[in-house]
Every structure is written in structure tokens, then in C-alpha cells.
């Protein structure tokens, strides 16, 4: 069993509109065995995987053994995916097996897991579950968002507000575009960093919180251990010993009223940085509050660290026993974390004449820390509904005092019901970035819903975070359509970014050169957070190696499918495959958005039942069936009637523009391209864009190099009429020569070479060339994944040659050479078709 290649489909996918991974799996010699039909299979499973709870369908292969437990591992250790389904393929043994996942490194750890488990099975060899779970456990603790992270971004999707994790750490963008917020655990971008250095500084904070009446502890700074109990002697025992720039808990003794303790204390501080503060301790219960913008969100009473004698164990061995709690872990990634002896934990057990290895009696509590983070092992009670409303408000005055949008205000008083004033109770610290973990799954108590306030802190009701999205697909005319519709968006004087396969544009400005119409520069435009509205291209390529670039579109445009294109590759071999793809875009409308779709190509027609919104057709037959039938149940289309772009809406139509009065569409010469700005009105519309706003862009764009180069440029050449256009499937092809046939010259030359493409395609587009041209001038074609070199160009000359029109066929050896055979004899009776790839040397050439 192997692996031929493992996709990671980020976004909605050809198989399901979440995250999947897509592994290409290879059964070889396995393929014939059938798990049911081995009577110990399902046994032999069991032993080594006792979690497994499947059953054996009688036709499973390896692969849907595979698939389930794939899912199985994730669950123990997690995951929440229940998605899985496995392709069976044309070739013998390969299938592709899918599942869902939430965390993409956990999920190919799982895979390859789930294999070594599914063939041991098989052959009857070890399988050591308890070893692997664990080993996954570890990783999906390294890998996913800590809890604080995961619960703001939990709150945000349940919202409908995108999230996308921007580092392998814990920042994550909220939101697209210009509406995003950003979130570092509990900080947010509007976490000021005046307020983290603030709060970082104890005593600055101490000093600026009792300015403003705000109960503290005194203290001051002091310059070395004898300063520290000079302090201390000053201040009067007990006292807390604390790094100025701690957090955490890390380095904090409390409760200290003997020299030996303070220097101790002043010791382990400093191994947590430089700066010690020493203040009055003040005796009570040790709290936590959470304070969000102007409110308190939550409360909770802290316990030190503590282990319950059981007259057996040592306190080293209790404390093994309460770190097996599955809620506990190293760092930040489970709600409780590990219990550790360190120097203080070791000064804490002194002071209680225990050591280490001490056996407590029966029933005896141990302390192990004074402070009760739960950073250092520490549990919490959640005391929310108990807090005093004038505590409340300290707290409040305590965030606002150091300058921080959320703050974990920590409170030391016996009774948090009570003020502070009433019993000598103090605010001790003010924290930027508080942990979360207390509030969301506290020891005891009820849980609360701190990720719900950040979020509704970061996003007033009603509001998302998202701006219009507009995503195009089809086979031709993509590009186009993307360009035009960036246009006449940009003249609603919005920011508008831009991907296509010509590169990025970010408000007309070229930003990346590349093809940019998969998922990866989707992403990007949506993270910049000058963008205020988005218009994606969306190439099949990029749908298939790993999914949308986005959860969900305000506008989706499929332009067409025709005769399709890259078929036969990455399993899809017919069109009707290809138009599931495209669906995807379709599928991903969002419910108050709109698809828009070609009503005279039936399989983009038939997309409209997938979309959650509304659809709006477009074809250049204003009584075509579809279009008729569509305006009787009061739906929107675009059309052309007496030589105007027209919309219609139910009954009701007008009038936009004369075809003449578009220039992209040589005054409605060329079929495409009007199909072109059909839909770009149509999405227009849909996006409730003003009609003068649309005309003017529909006006003002010309279709020329500069703003869609290599999409039917026509230059006029000292007599010679040119066309730059890079048609590439028999779809375009015979869309171009329907073109080229409104145009007056009588004798037509095209540039061209084979692309790669299946052999029956480039027969049939040889064939349509042959047709529409005197003379082809093709260039070497120098082998495409796998083909030999003139192989290409060998099955497009079949075709050509089998035309009834074309007299003249030239084979060179170079793009360049061919391009300049083409102008070089300039001829105003002559059509000069530039079908080529490097469109930007082409366009160079043809300008000179």
C-alpha cells in the first residue's frame, strides 16, 4: 500500500465544501483482498486497535479500511471529522481515499498511521496503538491553536466571520480585506502595545492603577538580594518577592516573612530576568477577572498548585498521578497544565517540612505553589456570578488604567462578593494577553463565554468581517470577465484586488507576475488589509490541488464549459466532471449571494439548483428557452436584444447600452466577448452596483494590451491587422475563428503550436484552424509532461492539413522566429491571428 501523492484541499473542495485531504493510494497486489472475507481480519483489527467500532461491508476493499481509520485515529486524539469516502478509479488498485480534518500535519500523521495499522491487520504483525495515539496526541497538541486561540476563533466561525491561521503560532486573521481584525491568543490589533509594556512593567502598573484609586499592594523595585530584604523590613512581613517583567506566575513567591525565604525567593526570581519587586502581601483568596473592553466577562478563584495525601505515595509520585489528567499538558495547549517541582516548588514544600520524596498522610494537602496560575499547575472555580459589581469595576478601572482592550485582572480578597475596600482586598496585577483556559473549562463552576465577548468586542452584531467577493470560472473567457469586472468595480472609487492568470492587481497595480487564479493569491488579496472588494479568478487547476482560496462568494461566474479543457487530468476525464468542479464555486455562493451562469451551455445551467442563493442566466438568445422560463418566475438575466446589452428582472427589462458603445466587443462583432460583458453585468447587478456606474466601466474598457493583454488585442499594423489572442482549447479556438470570419480581410495567417493537450483535442482544433486559415505558421512545441518534442504539433498538423481552407502550413523552430515570419510581409488585405504563449514578447513585437 502506497502513496502516490497526498493533496491538502484547504477550502470547499470537488468532494465536500470543508477542508479534506485527498491521498492517491496505490493497493498493488492488496487490491484483490476483501478484509470480510477473512474470518480473523476484523479480530486481528480489534486487538491491535481497540477503539476501532466499523463493520466489514462485504466489498471493502483496503482502501475503506483505510479511510475509517484514518478517522478513528483522529477522533482519539481530538478531532471532530466524521467526513471520509473513497473513489474507486479506471485503474486496477488505485483508489483515492478522502477524509476530513482539522489540522493538517495531525492528519497525514494519522494516514500514516492508519496505514501501518491496516496492514498489520493484514499480515498479522505489531501494531503498537497506545504508542502511536500518543505520539499523535503530542503532535496535535504542538500543532493546533491553544485553547484562548481556539475559542475566539470558534466564537468568530460561529459568527459566519472567516478565520485564517497566518503562522504555525496562534495569529489568526478574522474577517477579509479591509474589514479583518487580527487576534495573538487574547490580544487583539487593538491591543495597544503602549498597554503590553505597561502591563508588563508590575510596578509601573501598580503605580498608575492607585493613581486612580484603585487598591494595591506597596512595594518598590529593589537592586539586589540584601535590597530585597531591606525592602521586605520596610514594607513589613509577610511579603511577595516578583519579577517587574514577569508573567505568568513564573518567579513569584508569596506569603515570604523570614530573610532566608526572601533571598531564596530574589533567587529563583532572577533566573526569570532581570528586575525584582518586592511588595505587601496581601492576605485572601487568589482571583482572576476578565475584563473585555468596558465589561467584565468572567471570574474565577484561582487554587495554588496542591497534591491530597493518600499515606502511600511520595508527593513526587501524587504529583505523577494528577499530571496523567488528560486536561493537563505542557504549555498552553489543554485547559490545565502540568504540575512541576522547580526551585520554588521545592522552597514551598520546605517551608512545610516536606521534600520531594516526602509521604504525606492521609488526606493531608500539600502545597506545591503559593501562587495559584494555572500556568504553574494551578486549578480554577468560576466565581462570575459572585463578583461584587464595584469589584467589577476596579477591575474595569485597572484595564483602563494601564491602556488594554482585554486584560486578566488579578484580584487577592477573601470574598469576591464583598468590595475591596471592606476587606483589605487589592488588585495585584493587570495582565495583557490573560489565558482563557480558566473561564472556558474551569475545575469547577459553569463555563463562559469569553471567545463570544472578544469577538463581539472586535465585531459589533450584525457584522462579519467579510467584504464582496466575486469568483470566475469556466473554461474561456475567465480572464476577460475577471478584468472587466475589477474595472468598473474600481470606479466606484473602493479598493479593488484583483487575481488572475496575467498575475495579482491590487487597485489596478501589478503586484505578482505569475498565474495567480488558484487558492494561494485568493488568500493573499483577502489578507490585505487595503482591499474593500475582491474579484478572484478561479482556475479548475487550483479547485483540484487544494480547494478555494475562500469559505464563501457574494458572486459566482461560470462563463462556460464548451467542449472543456485539461481533461484527463487529475482523474477528470469528462465534462461532466469538469462542470463538478466548476460547481464548486457555485456550491460556495454564499445564501444572500448570487451565481451567475451561462443559460446556452447546459451543463453551467444545470449548476443552478447547487446554488444556496439566488442565479441569474446570461445568453446572447434573448428568447432562449431557459431565459424565458427563468423571467417568468421573476428571476434576473442578461441578454442582447436589437444590438443592446439588456437586463431583465422577472417581467421588467431595460435597456443598459448599445453593443456599439462597448468596445470590448468590436461593436458587437465578436460573439464572446459579448458573452464576456453579459456576464459582468450580471454580476454587477447582483452586487446592486449603480447602472451608470456599470456603463461607464463597460464604456471605458477597452480590451486592449494594457488591460486584458492576449484576450483578442486587435492592432492596426502599418496596413496589417493584427490580433493578439491566446486561445488554447478547441472551444476558444472555434470561438476565434468565428470571430476573425466579421473581420474584412480576405486572407488570414495564424501563429500557433500544440499545447498540452489529449491528442483528440489538438486533431480538432488543427481541424478548426484549418478551416478559418490560409496559412499556419507553427512553432516547435518542445515536449509538455512526458510528450516528445514535435508530438504536439504532429497531431494539431493532422488536423490542419485535413482542412478544406488552409494552403500553407510553416513549422519553425522558435515562438520568435514564427512571429516575426508573420509580420514580415505587411499586407492590408492580410489577418494576422497571434495565437501564442509568450503573449508579452508577442504584444513587444507587435507594438515596435
Same mark, same amino acid.
Request: hydrophobic fraction near 45%; charge should be negative.
Given at each position: 500500500?502506497?502513496?502516490?501523492?497526498?493533496?491538502?484541499?484547504?477550502?470547499?473542495?470537488?468532494?465536500?465544501?470543508?477542508?479534506?485531504?485527498?491521498a492517491?493510494?496505490?493497493?498493488?497486489?492488496?487490491?484483490?483482498?476483501?478484509?470480510?472475507?477473512?474470518?480473523?481480519?476484523?479480530?486481528?483489527?480489534?486487538?491491535?486497535?481497540?477503539?476501532?467500532?466499523?463493520?466489514?461491508?462485504?466489498?471493502?476493499?483496503?482502501?475503506?479500511?483505510?479511510?475509517?481509520?484514518?478517522?478513528?485515529?483522529?477522533?482519539?486524539?481530538?478531532?471532530?471529522?466524521?467526513?471520509?469516502?473513497?473513489?474507486?478509479?479506471?485503474e486496477?488498485?488505485?483508489?483515492?481515499?478522502?477524509?476530513?480534518?482539522?489540522?493538517e500535519?495531525?492528519?497525514?500523521?494519522?494516514?500514516?498511521?492508519?496505514?501501518?495499522?491496516?496492514?498489520?491487520?493484514?499480515?498479522?504483525?505489531?501494531?503498537?496503538?497506545?504508542?502511536?495515539?500518543?505520539?499523535?496526541?503530542?503532535?496535535?497538541h504542538?500543532?493546533?491553536?491553544?485553547?484562548?486561540?481556539?475559542?475566539i476563533?470558534?466564537? +468568530?466561525?460561529?459568527?459566519?466571520?472567516?478565520?485564517?491561521?497566518?503562522n504555525?503560532?496562534?495569529?489568526?486573521?478574522?474577517?477579509?480585506?479591509?474589514?479583518?481584525?487580527?487576534?495573538?491568543?487574547?490580544?487583539?490589533?487593538?491591543?495597544?502595545?503602549?498597554?503590553?509594556?505597561?502591563?508588563?512593567?508590575?510596578?509601573?502598573?501598580?503605580?498608575?492603577?492607585?493613581?486612580?484609586?484603585?487598591?494595591?499592594?506597596?512595594?518598590?523595585?529593589?537592586?539586589?538580594?540584601?535590597?530585597?530584604?531591606?525592602?521586605?523590613?520596610?514594607?513589613?512581613?509577610?511579603?511577595?518577592?516578583?519579577?517587574?517583567?514577569?508573567?505568568?506566575?513564573?518567579?513569584?513567591?508569596?506569603?515570604?516573612?523570614?530573610?532566608?525565604?526572601?533571598?531564596?525567593?530574589?533567587?529563583?526570581?532572577?533566573?526569570?530576568?532581570?528586575?525584582?519587586?518586592?511588595?505587601?502581601?496581601?492576605?485572601?483568596?487568589?482571583?482572576?477577572v476578565?475584563?473585555?473592553?468596558?465589561?467584565?466577562?468572567a471570574?474565577?478563584?484561582?487554587?495554588?498548585?496542591?497534591?491530597?495525601?493518600?499515606?502511600?505515595?511520595?508527593? &513526587?509520585?501524587?504529583?505523577?498521578?494528577?499530571?496523567?489528567?488528560?486536561?493537563?499538558?505542557?504549555?498552553?495547549?489543554?485547559?490545565?497544565s502540568?504540575?512541576?517541582?522547580?526551585?520554588?516548588?521545592?522552597?514551598?514544600? +520546605?517551608?512545610?517540612?516536606?521534600?520531594?520524596?516526602?509521604?504525606?498522610?492521609?488526606g493531608?494537602?500539600?502545597?506545591?505553589?503559593?501562587?495559584?496560575?494555572?500556568?504553574?499547575?494551578?486549578?480554577?472555580?468560576?466565581?462570575?456570578?459572585?463578583?461584587?459589581?464595584?469589584?467589577?469595576?476596579?477591575?474595569?478601572?485597572?484595564?483602563?488604567?494601564?491602556?488594554?482592550?482585554?486584560?486578566?485582572?488579578?484580584?487577592?480578597?477573601?470574598?469576591?462578593?464583598?468590595?475591596?475596600?471592606? #476587606?483589605k482586598?487589592?488588585?495585584?496585577?493587570?495582565?495583557?494577553?490573560?489565558?482563557?483556559?480558566?473561564?472556558?473549562?474551569?475545575?469547577?463552576?459553569?463555563?463562559?463565554?469569553?471567545g463570544?465577548?472578544?469577538?463581539?468586542?472586535?465585531?459589533?452584531?450584525? #457584522?462579519?468581517?467579510?467584504?464582496?467577493?466575486?469568483?470566475?470560472?469556466?473554461?474561456?473567457?475567465?480572464?476577460?470577465?475577471?478584468?472587466?469586472?475589477?474595472?468598473?468595480?474600481?470606479?466606484?472609487?473602493?479598493?479593488?484586488?484583483?487575481?488572475?492568470?496575467?498575475?495579482?492587481?491590487?487597485?489596478?497595480?501589478?503586484?505578482?507576475?505569475?498565474?495567480?487564479?488558484?487558492?494561494?493569491?485568493?488568500?493573499?488579496?483577502?489578507?490585505?488589509?487595503?482591499?474593500?472588494?475582491?474579484?478572484?479568478?478561479?482556475?479548475?487547476?487550483?479547485?483540484?490541488?487544494?480547494?478555494?482560496?475562500?469559505?464563501?462568494?457574494?458572486?459566482?461566474?461560470?462563463?462556460?464549459?464548451?467542449?472543456?479543457?485539461?481533461?484527463?487530468?487529475?482523474?477528470?476525464?469528462?465534462?461532466?466532471?469538469?462542470?463538478?468542479?466548476?460547481?464548486?464555486?457555485?456550491?460556495?455562493?454564499?445564501?444572500?449571494?448570487?451565481?451567475?451562469?451561462?443559460?446556452?451551455?447546459?451543463?453551467?445551467?444545470?449548476?443552478?439548483?447547487?446554488?444556496?442563493?439566488?442565479?441569474?442566466?446570461?445568453?446572447?438568445?434573448?428568447?432562449?428557452?431557459?431565459?424565458?422560463?427563468?423571467?417568468?418566475y421573476g428571476?434576473?438575466? +442578461?441578454?442582447?436584444?436589437?444590438?443592446?446589452?439588456?437586463?431583465?428582472?422577472?417581467?421588467?427589462? &431595460?435597456?443598459?447600452?448599445?453593443?456599439?458603445?462597448?468596445?470590448?466587443?468590436?461593436?458587437?462583432?465578436?460573439?464572446?466577448?459579448?458573452?464576456?460583458?453579459?456576464?459582468?453585468?450580471?454580476?454587477?447587478?447582483?452586487?446592486?452596483?449603480?447602472r451608470?456606474?456599470?456603463?461607464?466601466?463597460?464604456?471605458?474598457?477597452?480590451?486592449?494590451?494594457?488591460?486584458?493583454?492576449?484576450?483578442f488585442?486587435?492592432?492596426?499594423?502599418?496596413?496589417?491587422?493584427?490580433?493578439?489572442?491566446?486561445?488554447?482549447?478547441?472551444?476558444?479556438?472555434?470561438?476565434?475563428?468565428?470571430?476573425?470570419?466579421?473581420?474584412?480581410?480576405?486572407?488570414?495567417?495564424?501563429?500557433?503550436?500544440?499545447?498540452?493537450?489529449?491528442?483528440?483535442?489538438?486533431? &480538432?482544433?488543427?481541424?478548426?484552424?484549418?478551416?478559418?486559415?490560409?496559412?499556419?505558421?507553427?512553432?516547435?512545441?518542445w515536449?509538455?509532461?512526458?510528450?516528445?518534442?514535435?508530438?504536439?504539433?504532429?497531431?494539431?498538423?493532422?488536423?490542419?492539413?485535413?482542412?478544406?481552407?488552409?494552403?500553407?502550413?510553416?513549422?519553425?523552430?522558435?515562438?520568435?522566429?514564427?512571429?516575426?515570419?508573420?509580420?514580415?510581409?505587411?499586407?492590408?488585405?492580410?489577418?494576422?491571428?497571434?495565437?501564442?504563449?509568450?503573449?508579452?514578447?508577442?504584444?513587444r513585437?507587435?507594438?515596435?
Amino acid at each position: 500500500m502506497e502513496f502516490r501523492r497526498i493533496w491538502t484541499l484547504r477550502g470547499p473542495n470537488f468532494w465536500a465544501p470543508f477542508p479534506v485531504v485527498e491521498a492517491e493510494t496505490v493497493l498493488g497486489a492488496l487490491d484483490a483482498f476483501r478484509p470480510a472475507q477473512d474470518a480473523g481480519f476484523l479480530d486481528r483489527l480489534r486487538q491491535r486497535f481497540p477503539a476501532w467500532s466499523g463493520v466489514l461491508d462485504a466489498h471493502a476493499t483496503l482502501a475503506d479500511l483505510l479511510q475509517h481509520a484514518v478517522i478513528a485515529l483522529q477522533q482519539q486524539v481530538g478531532s471532530e471529522a466524521t467526513f471520509g469516502q473513497v473513489q474507486h478509479t479506471h485503474e486496477p488498485g488505485f483508489y483515492r481515499v478522502i477524509f476530513a480534518y482539522d489540522e493538517e500535519a495531525l492528519a497525514r500523521a494519522a494516514l500514516e498511521a492508519a496505514r501501518d495499522l491496516v496492514l498489520a491487520a493484514h499480515g498479522d504483525t505489531p501494531f503498537d496503538a497506545a504508542a502511536r495515539l500518543t505520539a499523535l496526541r503530542d503532535l496535535a497538541h504542538e500543532v493546533r491553536l491553544g485553547p484562548s486561540t481556539a475559542a475566539i476563533v470558534r466564537a +468568530a466561525q460561529r459568527r459566519g466571520i472567516p478565520t485564517h491561521r497566518l503562522n504555525d503560532g496562534s495569529l489568526v486573521q478574522l474577517g477579509q480585506g479591509c474589514n479583518q481584525r487580527r487576534i495573538w491568543t487574547a490580544e487583539t490589533d487593538a491591543t495597544h502595545v503602549l498597554g503590553e509594556v505597561i502591563a508588563q512593567d508590575k510596578h509601573l502598573t501598580r503605580n498608575l492603577a492607585q493613581a486612580i484609586g484603585v487598591p494595591v499592594p506597596y512595594g518598590r523595585p529593589v537592586a539586589d538580594a540584601e535590597d530585597a530584604w531591606r525592602a521586605a523590613e520596610e514594607i513589613g512581613p509577610p511579603v511577595v518577592v516578583k519579577p517587574q517583567f514577569g508573567n505568568q506566575g513564573r518567579g513569584v513567591a508569596t506569603n515570604l516573612t523570614t530573610r532566608e525565604q526572601v533571598l531564596q525567593a530574589y533567587a529563583a526570581a532572577c533566573q526569570e530576568g532581570t528586575g525584582i519587586v518586592v511588595e505587601q502581601f496581601v492576605p485572601g483568596r487568589d482571583h482572576r477577572v476578565l475584563v473585555v473592553g468596558e465589561r467584565v466577562i468572567a471570574a474565577a478563584l484561582r487554587e495554588p498548585a496542591h497534591v491530597i495525601g493518600d499515606g502511600r505515595s511520595t508527593i &513526587e509520585q501524587l504529583i505523577a498521578e494528577v499530571n496523567r489528567d488528560p486536561r493537563r499538558s505542557d504549555g498552553h495547549a489543554t485547559v490545565l497544565s502540568h504540575i512541576k517541582i522547580d526551585a520554588i516548588a521545592s522552597a514551598v514544600l +520546605a517551608e512545610q517540612g516536606c521534600t520531594p520524596t516526602s509521604v504525606p498522610p492521609a488526606g493531608t494537602r500539600v502545597l506545591i505553589r503559593r501562587n495559584a496560575n494555572l500556568s504553574t499547575g494551578g486549578t480554577a472555580t468560576d466565581v462570575t456570578d459572585a463578583i461584587h459589581p464595584r469589584v467589577a469595576l476596579r477591575a474595569v478601572d485597572a484595564a483602563r488604567a494601564v491602556g488594554l482592550d482585554i486584560a486578566g485582572v488579578d484580584i487577592v480578597v477573601e470574598d469576591i462578593g464583598q468590595p475591596l475596600e471592606d #476587606q483589605k482586598g487589592a488588585i495585584v496585577e493587570v495582565n495583557a494577553g490573560p489565558g482563557l483556559r480558566m473561564h472556558l473549562e474551569p475545575s469547577a463552576g459553569k463555563s463562559r463565554p469569553v471567545g463570544e465577548a472578544i469577538v463581539e468586542n472586535l465585531f459589533p452584531p450584525g #457584522q462579519t468581517g467579510r467584504i464582496p467577493v466575486i469568483a470566475v470560472t469556466g473554461v474561456n473567457g475567465k480572464t476577460t470577465t475577471t478584468r472587466l469586472l475589477a474595472h468598473v468595480l474600481r470606479q466606484t472609487g473602493r479598493f479593488v484586488g484583483m487575481t488572475c492568470t496575467d498575475g495579482i492587481y491590487l487597485n489596478g497595480r501589478r503586484t505578482e507576475t505569475r498565474d495567480c487564479s488558484g487558492p494561494h493569491s485568493a488568500r493573499t488579496v483577502l489578507m490585505n488589509r487595503m482591499v474593500e472588494l475582491a474579484v478572484l479568478e478561479t482556475a479548475r487547476g487550483g479547485i483540484l490541488r487544494e480547494g478555494l482560496g475562500f469559505d464563501h462568494c457574494d458572486v459566482a461566474v461560470v462563463t462556460n464549459l464548451g467542449k472543456g479543457d485539461h481533461l484527463g487530468l487529475r482523474g477528470i476525464e469528462t465534462l461532466e466532471e469538469l462542470a463538478r468542479v466548476k460547481c464548486t464555486l457555485v456550491k460556495s455562493v454564499a445564501p444572500h449571494g448570487t451565481a451567475v451562469l451561462n443559460a446556452a451551455d447546459p451543463l453551467v445551467a444545470a449548476m443552478a439548483p447547487h446554488c444556496p442563493g439566488r442565479v441569474s442566466f446570461f445568453a446572447l438568445d434573448p428568447v432562449h428557452p431557459l431565459l424565458v422560463a427563468h423571467a417568468h418566475y421573476g428571476g434576473r438575466s +442578461a441578454t442582447v436584444r436589437d444590438g443592446h446589452l439588456v437586463l431583465t428582472d422577472g417581467p421588467d427589462a &431595460e435597456s443598459l447600452l448599445p453593443l456599439a458603445d462597448i468596445p470590448l466587443t468590436h461593436g458587437g462583432a465578436v460573439a464572446f466577448q459579448i458573452e464576456n460583458a453579459l456576464a459582468a453585468a450580471a454580476a454587477l447587478i447582483a452586487l446592486n452596483i449603480p447602472r451608470d456606474t456599470i456603463r461607464q466601466g463597460l464604456r471605458t474598457f477597452i480590451g486592449d494590451a494594457e488591460q486584458a493583454p492576449g484576450r483578442f488585442n486587435v492592432f492596426a499594423r502599418g496596413g496589417q491587422t493584427v490580433i493578439v489572442d491566446y486561445a488554447h482549447n478547441p472551444s476558444a479556438v472555434a470561438a476565434l475563428v468565428a470571430a476573425v470570419e466579421r473581420f474584412p480581410q480576405r486572407r488570414r495567417s495564424l501563429v500557433f503550436s500544440g499545447c498540452n493537450r489529449r491528442d483528440a483535442d489538438l486533431r &480538432e482544433m488543427g481541424l478548426l484552424i484549418g478551416r478559418g486559415f490560409d496559412r499556419v505558421i507553427l512553432y516547435r512545441d518542445w515536449g509538455h509532461s512526458g510528450r516528445s518534442d514535435g508530438e504536439l504539433n504532429a497531431c494539431l498538423r493532422q488536423g490542419v492539413e485535413s482542412g478544406p481552407r488552409t494552403s500553407e502550413v510553416v513549422e519553425l523552430p522558435t515562438e520568435l522566429e514564427a512571429i516575426r515570419l508573420a509580420l514580415a510581409t505587411p499586407s492590408a488585405d492580410e489577418l494576422v491571428v497571434m495565437g501564442v504563449d509568450s503573449i508579452e514578447e508577442a504584444l513587444r513585437l507587435v507594438q515596435m
